[in-house]
């Protein structure tokens, strides 16, 4: 989880725009900034950090402190404004000042060159006045604007700037329209295998089937055939076509797939598509590590950083941090693990779930004898030549933080977990952790997060139990620990409100964890009272951090001889239920998406409900063999990597059109070029119909639910990474490897 960032690119975004250009004036006056009136929240405006701000009686109010210099050193503004080269823009505003002053309004770039629409005197009281000034842009951009009041250098003295009912209009392109998503032939812009299914999706209102060519890199037409008309496609709202291409199996690179005048991006086909991502994909992990430095030798010198909060200068470090206050007596050496997303927290909810998952990868390599899932040396990690394997080092990371956050024997709650360790405040971009100036806290323990240690921790014991014994006993022990604990405190939940700095990750029914945990403690521990509380089922939500009780049906299935026959008989009917569901769902649709929500929006990380519906699947073809079921998991891959409404594929460095601005505190390029964007392998979240973001809200009002997405690193809410969504794509990678 994140936070809205003052995003300062002026690029435009990867989903070209069509319509920024020159042109007759608008016949609607169109509104460009959001929460101009300031009824009860600030966001998204902002404040200089010598400026703070609050709203109060309806107006954004700010302290101005004297002698400043210049007038942008104290400012009240909003980023992420729209702009269109040749329009004229109308800024409109009511402001009063404790003393008068004369500040400056302004509309212009966010960055250099810092290209100004308008940048006019206004000449405050404390008597509210409303001031309206016009210019025209010279330039084009999605989110690059920023509107501000200019309020240094006015006075010697403080004094206070209120500004209220701010409007800015102009521009002929509709809030959310302009859009133009390149070709209408969708394919995986990465590669295909060429033994498994091959398929293209075309946008086309056409009710009868088209011609389409399958050309090589030199132009070549190595195959035709004729669409299958498939329709409207709900999520979309395209009509869609289908060219399957399946048959045919020559390797080579640089494909297209044409359809009248109209040709995709260019992919491959090859035998082993997805050797790579499983690498990249676990790469990721190393990548955001806390509390070590992040070495040239292993990600080369563009990915380099110092180890975060360690506790040099200038932020305090995780190695003996403190509660919030009147929550506990102590601190923890709570340092290592794995930053969770955007931001620099480290969360016990969604690290257990990623941990899990990358010790399933192992455990699932061990039964299907993939030698890659077991190879030491898989990775370029700094345990790549220590004889264990390379999977489990990357998860021993996560899990050796997870068994830090437990609460010290002696003191209340002994044996709970703390739900997580973040900032006091949120930072802003970009910031490597080494940089992170804000304190840092442990925050309460809670029941959740126990059970999460309870489930991760048994699974270790048992898949470190041939490489490190010492380890895996420490794993059990705290994990029966935190189970107990648990049973004691079976109500200590995250609050939703814990959200300044950090991720709440609030969770009031732990039912599923209670299930999941008892699944992974009886598998590893034989042990009758830990199956009794085994009581949820897998169903078509799959499962997620928030609901984990799918993953005790997992845990049988990947264990079977370990429990009950009659629990496995269970286990296996439902598995199989519900991967035919994300069958049915998949082949329904006009672009290859196994997740179809039953209310037709898409929540935040839809991405990764594509990949647990995928993992599911993948679990179908284990126990079944059936191939039907790992045709789904690469077609699935399809819809990652391309053939989805947006022409876009969600995986950093996969694909002509990769997302590449994930929202990301040191994968920050778009806004500091000094900065790298992310490395290949990183998975955005994908389609939010929430848009909780500002760039969102200003980009994709109204837009269709696989559509609402957009690769800008201010977009939060559609574009963060985090673990638990590069752990499932690392286990299908993992999967789709050995088909």
């Not at 400012?75 to 003393?99: C, H, W």
């Not at 790549?384 to 003191?411: C, H, I, S, T, Y």
């Not at 992310?678 to 955005?684: D, E, N, Q, T």
């Amino acid at each position: 989880m994140s936070v809205k960032t003052r995003l300062t690119a002026v690029g435009l975004p990867l989903v070209l725009i069509g319509a920024l250009v020159p042109s007759a004036h608008a016949a609607e006056a169109y509104e460009r900034v959001l929460n101009g009136t300031f009824d009860s929240v600030k966001t998204p405006w902002w404040s200089s950090g010598i400026a703070p701000s609050t709203v109060a009686d309806g107006k954004l109010c700010a302290q101005i402190p004297g002698g400043t210099a210049n007038p942008w050193t104290a400012m009240i503004g909003q980023n992420d404004v729209p702009l269109e080269a040749g329009q004229p823009y109308t800024l409109r505003f009511t402001a009063s000042a404790t003393k008068n002053v004369t500040v400056r309004a302004a509309v212009a770039l966010a960055s250099p060159p810092n290209t100004t629409v308008l940048n006019k005197p206004a000449a405050l009281t404390s008597t509210p006045k409303t001031f309206e000034f016009t210019g025209t842009s010279t330039v084009a951009t999605r989110t690059g604007g920023q509107v501000a009041i200019q309020a240094g250098g006015a006075s010697a003295e403080p004094y206070t700037l209120c500004i209220d009912d701010v409007s800015l209009t102009g521009g002929i392109v509709a809030p959310g329209g302009g859009w133009d998503y390149g070709s209408p032939v969708r394919t995986n812009q990465y590669a295909y295998p060429t033994a498994g299914s091959k398929r293209a999706s075309i946008v086309s209102s056409s009710t009868t089937p088209l011609d389409w060519q399958l050309k090589d890199a030199a132009g070549k037409v190595v195959q035709t055939g004729r669409t299958q008309v498939k329709g409207k496609d709900a999520m979309t709202r395209d009509d869609v076509h289908i060219a399957d291409f399946s048959s045919y199996r020559k390797a080579g690179s640089g494909y297209s797939m044409t359809v009248g005048t109209d040709s995709s991006y260019p992919f491959d086909i090859t035998d082993k598509p997805y050797d790579q991502l499983r690498r990249d994909s676990l790469a990721y992990f190393y990548h955001n590590r806390s509390g070590t430095p992040i070495e040239a030798k292993y990600v080369g010198d563009a990915y380099a950083r110092p180890a975060g909060h360690v506790g040099a200068a200038p932020n305090q470090g995780d190695i003996s941090v403190p509660c919030l206050p009147g929550e506990c007596d102590y601190t923890l050496d709570v340092s290592g693990g794995w930053y969770d997303a955007g931001d620099h927290g480290k969360y016990v909810v969604n690290g257990a779930l990623a941990a899990w998952q990358l010790m399933d990868t192992y455990e699932r390599s061990l039964y299907t004898f993939d030698i890659e899932g077991i190879r030491d040396g898989l990775l370029s990690i700094p345990e790549q030549d220590n004889r264990r394997p390379d999977v489990l080092d990357e998860a021993r990371w996560e899990v050796e933080f997870l068994l830090k956050m437990q609460v010290p024997a002696g003191k209340p709650l002994a044996g709970m977990a703390h739900h997580k360790i973040h900032d006091l405040a949120w930072t802003g971009h970009p910031m490597l952790p080494s940089n992170d100036p804000q304190p840092r806290y442990l925050h309460a323990p809670s029941t959740a997060a126990t059970l999460n240690l309870a489930a991760a921790g048994a699974q270790c014991a048992r898949v470190f139990k041939i490489w490190d014994r010492a380890f895996s006993d420490r794993c059990l022990a705290a994990a029966e620990t935190a189970w107990k604990a648990a049973l004691a405190n079976p109500a200590k939940y995250a609050p939703d409100e814990d959200s300044v700095g950090g991720g709440a990750y609030d969770d009031t029914n732990v039912t599923d964890e209670f299930s999941w945990a008892g699944a992974e403690l009886y598998a590893t521990t034989g042990k009758r009272e830990y199956l009794n509380k085994v009581t949820t089922k897998l169903t078509s939500a799959g499962f997620s951090w928030k609901d984990t009780g799918g993953l005790a049906d997992l845990t049988i299935m990947r264990l079977p001889l370990k429990f009950p026959l009659d629990r496995v008989i269970t286990a296996r009917a439902r598995l199989i239920n519900v991967a035919d569901g994300h069958l049915r769902d998949l082949k329904s649709q006009g672009y290859p998406n196994p997740s179809k929500p039953a209310d037709g929006q898409y929540a935040w990380g839809s991405t990764s409900a594509t990949l647990t519906a995928s993992m599911i699947m993948a679990m179908a073809y284990d126990t079944t063999l059936n191939r039907k079921y790992s045709d789904g998991v690469l077609e699935s891959m399809d819809y990652l990597l391309g053939r989805n409404g947006l022409n876009q594929s969600f995986v950093s460095g996969y694909g002509e059109q990769a997302s590449k601005n994930q929202h990301h505190r040191h994968w920050a390029h778009s806004v500091n070029a000094a900065y790298p964007n992310p490395p290949a392998g990183s998975l955005a979240g994908g389609p939010n119909s929430g848009l909780q973001d500002p760039v969102a809200q200003q980009n994709l009002p109204g837009c269709a639910p696989a559509k609402c997405y957009i690769d800008e690193l201010g977009s939060w809410s559609t574009n963060e990474v985090a673990i638990n969504w590069n752990s499932a794509l690392a286990w299908v990678a993992a999967f789709a490897d050995t088909r």
